[in-house]
């Protein structure tokens, strides 16, 4: 848990339900310019008959006066309601002329009408925005307390090499030619580790080497309140990083996970520390990072971490095996003559693809006990990233 | 414009169509763990007859061999398939038995499949994710073009101030009692620029002081692509920022929009340079934003800039004036029965009120011509927030 001001709050998880220590508006104001009058004065106006008040230059309105006022301000003592310039006209240096009754309060944003002192503006384990602090520091609080966790990622493979290691086109294609590969899944992991607002530290790509995994494994888990492990985590005799783990003699380990993609996902604990196994393919480490990893975040932070929703219409079936959870990657667009929203599957053969992600913005949990979903079928999926109008066909 | 590393285009607008530079994958891989065969050795493997393969470790495969492979590895040459270790046995240290026939490319993620070279994969204007550059970097994008636009915002009024002044509560509730007004339209509007990716250069708090705004808009013109003042921009006589901006002589200018809220926006052009006015109140500014500012940015990137979209059924009536473009605040979220998307209009007073901002996750926009919506009427709304379900009531 940490304390900071609300500015640095910004992408972070709140470690406790949020409260306005003040009421916002802190006071009665003008929503309008014009004059703050009272308004038991005006009940007899009319354009015939136009209610005469003085101008006066005080912060008081006393019977019978007015004080000119702007959108915002304070409205005057005395004073409990505003009439709009265009409902008024001068009839001399200090004299106006009032047109239409305005009612108590009329033209007036009340105080705490926005929030009231004592009102629970955010709950726990949200993620704060800065459209948020707008709020958080109106209503006094200057300061809040966020969760400060920290999150390993550990990349392992032989054949993997990291982005920042190329530095031109041609480095990289010598590196593919090699049958290298670009570690797609630590920016994958990275962009939704940020999104449930978590620290993420990238240790680095290590090799297939039981010992050498099992060394940072242990490092990490001393420094971090969570480890992510990627690449092999199945039970092939290259998967090595579950070896490495099972050697550190975690408290409790399980692997494999009755998802698709995903299966080879895993956890174990170790002194006291959850260490999350997952595929070293994107699609695959997002499915197991979505599964179990949202839980362990959400154990460690004591609260819910939502993840936003769509709601649309399938436009074709897919169908899936018994006992398995599927995640099928999909493409939401607003149907132009419908208005509705169109959800697209997109046909997947691995889950190494990279565009289902970038392409997909809408992610589809088809449970264990359903059998799939059907063409027409209205779905409510995770929305990972923006949606647009249906290009027409 | 600006050339970056993928890396560092994050957030920021794409200054031209990208195009793949290799094809992804760069290279036949092997989707499962198994062997690498050629497919027309299995046609006539059964689990009564299976066929022999004599397993080689070499990098090639002739008739009646295989190669063991993890999956993601590049399929070796000769091969065309990969059999799954659940589909054999082993029948001796240097043979297997195949019980099942794998067709060409079975199990196999083809070169090109992802993207392919010359494919263009985002289109100029699209504002880089965590998740794009990925897909940027393993198509050859190491480095790409994206727009340096760079916003100066400066907001007026002798009553605001800045978070970043207060330390505590009781400061923020002494200056609450001299009718002072914390400067939240800042923090809003720099929530909406970062989302257009651009750069925000927040100037500071400005007093009503034409001649101080003069100068202050002058130098931002100079060294910014675009000036965004706030607050005094309506036609009060207290509405200095229109008189300062008039006085630098520009060479076109309006002031008054038909939008609401947000009338008070206008726009002029300093030696080539916008110069937009809005509202200082949160919510009219953002609608001065979305309705001019938006235009005037797609303006300078010469792309359009897509705000995501949502579609939902309306839970109430909302009436407008006649030839006046409405903005109206509401709360989406996803009705658990019905799996449709509730849209519900906030009640708001006045355009200063945050809770409708913050709580509002969707803006509905309701063009000049129509009279407003109905209830259960389907609406395209822009997405401002996350959507998650209903509260139950």
């Keep these: 848990m940490l304390r900071v001001r609300a500015l640095d709050a910004v992408g972070r998880i709140l470690a406790r339900d949020v409260t306005a220590l003040v009421d916002v508006p802190p006071f009665d104001r003008a929503v309008v310019d014009g004059y703050a009058v009272r308004s038991r004065d005006t009940v007899s106006a009319s354009p015939s008959s136009p209610v005469l008040l003085r101008l006066v230059k005080t912060r008081r309105v006393g019977p019978g006066e007015a004080v000119e006022v702007a959108t915002g301000d304070p409205l005057p003592e005395g004073a409990d309601a505003v009439v709009m310039y265009e409902h008024t006209s001068k009839a001399g ?25 004592g009102q629970v503006i955010f709950r726990k384990g949200h993620i704060v925005t800065r459209l948020d602090v707008a709020l958080l520091a109106s209503s006094g609080n200057i300061e809040v307390e966020v969760y400060d966790i920290s999150v390993a990622l550990v990349c392992t493979g032989d054949e993997i090499f990291d982005i920042d290691k190329v530095s031109n086109l041609e480095e990289l294609e010598r590196l593919y030619l090699e049958g290298k590969v670009l570690n797609t899944t630590r920016l994958v992991l990275e962009h939704f580790l940020q999104q449930f607002g978590v620290k993420v530290h990238y ?60 299966r080879p996902s895993g956890i ?26 949202k839980l362990v975040l959400e154990h460690l932070i004591d609260a819910k971490l939502e993840l936003s929703l769509i709601s649309g219409i399938v436009t074709r079936r897919v169908a899936k095996p018994p006992h398995l959870r599927a995640f099928v990657r999909a493409y939401a667009c607003v149907d132009r003559n419908s208005g509705e929203i169109r959800i697209e599957p997109l046909a997947v053969t691995g889950s190494g693809l990279l565009t289902t992600l970038t392409r997909g913005n809408v992610l589809i949990e088809i449970p264990e006990l359903e059998e799939g979903i059907d063409e027409n079928m209205r779905v409510i999926a995770y929305l990972l990233g923006k949606v647009y109008y249906c290009q027409e066909q």
Tied chains: 1, 2.
């Design 203 to 262: 240790v680095g790509a290590v090799p297939d080497d039981e010992q050498e995994i099992a060394t940072i494994v242990d490092k990490c888990v001393e420094k971090h309140d969570m480890v992510i492990v990627t690449g092999g985590t199945a039970l092939g005799k290259r998967d090595v990083t579950v070896r490495a783990v099972s050697k550190l003699k975690p408290k409790f380990m399980w692997t494999g996970l009755c998802i698709r993609p995903g």
């Design 93 to 117: 240096p200090d004299i106006i002329e009032v047109f239409q009754p305005v009612p108590p309060f009329g033209n007036v944003s009340r105080r705490g009408e926005d929030v009231q002192r």
């Design 268 to 293: 174990a604990i170790l002194r006291g520390k959850p260490v999350l196994l997952l595929s070293g393919f994107p699609a695959a480490a997002v499915a197991g990072l979505l599964s179990v990893g």
